[in-house]
């Protein structure tokens, strides 16, 4: 679904962020790409979307190749990738809505958008989906009056009505308390399962990847270093993507969860999905 | 070395700017040598500054009875088309000043466009009021479409600055956000770019309100129409209480202005 081909990007500074990256991407496959500060994964990802134009190499999304797409194509290409952001991104000044519909930009012309006249077909969608992260009733709330853990819903609101094939995610729970990170990751991969959507989620909290991904990519100095199912994260694997440290913490936390499993607070909380997730505050 | 060994006081001073203690002392003498001629090569004309000081009382007398019925006419003509300059100018301005500050902005503009809008706001911010006045009344003749336009294109040398600056600092986040959705440029400034600058924009542009008028009064007094002219008129004829009520008003105006437009800023987030 998505292909990367020895995908290059040199900084104008010379640093070489991404030394030819080879990656693939099945449709419907949640990846988590990890590694430590500085080795390229924001870049990573903007590549794809060439919010950061990439040097040399190829993107294929699907049979169009993105890297040699003009400006129009090129705007038209990126609807069919959603993006969230670490520190959610939302313009702040904007209300929930507007935050919403700003997704749905690529879609209309610029008349129709400067005066908030969205297709009917477009603002069901919204509602739709503001619901369904539990943000319906701060529809005309101001981006800035909400929580982060709500923020980020709408974030993930603003990528899904953009009704992308793929979710490009940066680091969407650095800025977010442990229980929170735990829900809107949950959030993200529920979501990409009942849509079939691919996802990329650059995240640096190890455990919490594992937690819910499906394949885990280790990259290290723009370079791939580990490559393959989450449980197979070995002291050997950490150590060779973030350097050397002592794992046992790290690794032993995994089986705990595994024990104990994520889902307590599904069994310990009577009340339906949406209100659970709206309870954050 | 030494110092931290030893067991007595440690004694700190700040450091002086300028090292050298020689340097430091020459600097402050030959300034204040240089400083003494300075004030010695005024001169001063004691005698008229004595005959001065009755005119001046004379003046400040005038404040005391004002006359805003004499010369009411030409004080509400003044008026009138001072203002009719201070909105116009200032919408105009406006308008001018939003397309000069999106290309002035770094972070929007390709280089050619930066720099020749950079370039108009440098030509604008260079020359006084009274000097481009001077030079459109020169060109279009004495009344308030020299001042019109004088002061339409210091509002660009201020707004499209300020604007530009205020792009510069935005959040890129959010603006990367937008763009990252498929949207176009005008969609991107629309949605990326606009809410993070307009409170700033209105309230540079409420400032500039009162900006505008104060200097319509200064134009006006080359030649560029107003409240100036009258005033000036007024001065001329040595109708001190006139000159007083003209500058009342302008005090006035200038006040009220001030506080709704701090009153409406205020309220913007």
């Keep these: 679904m998505l292909r990367l081909e020895k995908l290059v990007k040199r900084y104008p500074t010379g640093d070489e962020a991404l030394r030819g990256i080879d990656l693939e991407v099945p449709a419907g496959q949640v990846m988590a790409l990890i ?18 134009e990439p040097s040399s190499g190829r993107v294929l999304l699907g049979q169009e190749e993105l890297t040699s797409l003009g400006a129009g194509a090129l705007r038209r290409a990126r609807r069919r990738m959603g993006m969230i952001f670490q520190e959610y991104a939302l313009v702040e000044r904007l209300s929930v809505m507007e935050n919403v519909l700003s997704g749905q930009l690529g879609y209309v012309g610029f008349w129709k958008s400067w005066l908030r006249r969205f297709p009917q077909s477009a603002i069901d969608e919204a509602f739709r989906l503001l619901e369904r992260v539990g943000l319906d009733t701060m529809v005309d709330k101001r981006a800035d009056e909400l929580s982060g853990g709500q923020r980020q819903r709408v974030g993930i609101a603003r990528a899904l009505i953009q009704d992308p094939e793929i979710l490009l995610v940066d680091e969407p729970t650095a800025s977010l308390d442990p229980k929170t990170s735990r829900q809107i990751m949950r959030l993200i991969c529920e979501l990409c399962e009942e849509r079939g959507l691919a996802a990329i989620i650059n995240i640096h909290d190890v455990a919490l990847a594992q937690m819910f991904v499906q394949r885990v990519v280790g990259l290290q100095l723009g370079k791939i270093v580990y490559d393959g199912p989450p449980d197979g994260l070995s002291a050997e694997a950490l150590t060779e993507i973030y350097g050397e440290e002592d794992w046992s913490a790290t690794i032993r936390k995994v089986e705990d969860e595994e024990t104990e499993p994520p889902a307590d607070e599904d069994t310990t909380s009577p009340l339906p999905d949406r209100e659970r997730l709206a309870g954050i505050t | ?154 509002t660009i040398g201020f707004l499209a600055k300020l604007l530009a600056e205020d792009i510069e600092d935005i959040d890129p986040g959010q603006a990367e ?93």
């Design chain 2, 1 to 154: 070395m030494s110092v931290a060994h030893s067991p007595g006081i440690r004694r700190w001073k700040r450091p002086p700017l300028i090292k050298s203690a020689r340097l430091r002392w020459a600097i402050g003498l030959g300034a204040a040598i240089y400083l003494s001629f300075a004030i010695g090569s005024i001169e001063v004309n004691w005698l008229r500054v004595y005959e001065g000081l009755d005119r001046g009382w004379a003046f400040v007398i005038a404040f005391t009875e004002p006359d805003f019925v004499k010369r009411w006419r030409d004080i509400s003509h003044g008026l009138i088309e001072s203002l009719t300059m201070t909105v116009t100018s200032t919408v105009l301005g406006i308008l001018l000043s939003i397309p000069i500050g999106l290309g002035a902005a770094r972070n929007l503009a390709p280089l050619p466009v930066y720099l020749f809008c950079r370039g108009v706001i440098a030509i604008s911010r260079t020359f006084q009021e009274i000097i481009i006045a001077i030079f459109f009344v020169a060109m279009f003749g004495f009344g308030p479409l020299a001042g019109l336009l004088t002061l339409s294109l210091a």
């Design chain 2, 177 to 269: 956000a937008v763009r990252a959705t498929g949207a176009r440029w005008l969609q991107w400034i629309n949605y990326g770019i606009q809410p993070q600058v307009m409170p700033r924009l209105i309230g540079l542009s409420l400032y500039r309100i009162d900006i505008n008028f104060r200097e319509s009064a200064v134009v006006g007094i080359v030649g560029a129409g107003g409240i100036g002219a009258t005033l000036n008129t007024a001065f001329d004829r040595y109708e001190f209480d006139t000159a007083a009520a003209i500058i009342i008003i302008i005090i006035a105006i200038v006040m009220f202005a001030e506080y709704s437009s701090g009153l409406i800023r205020a309220r913007l987030k």
């Design chain 1, 35 to 52: 590694g430590p500060s500085g080795a390229g994964k924001s870049t990573l990802i903007r590549c794809i979307n060439r919010l950061v």
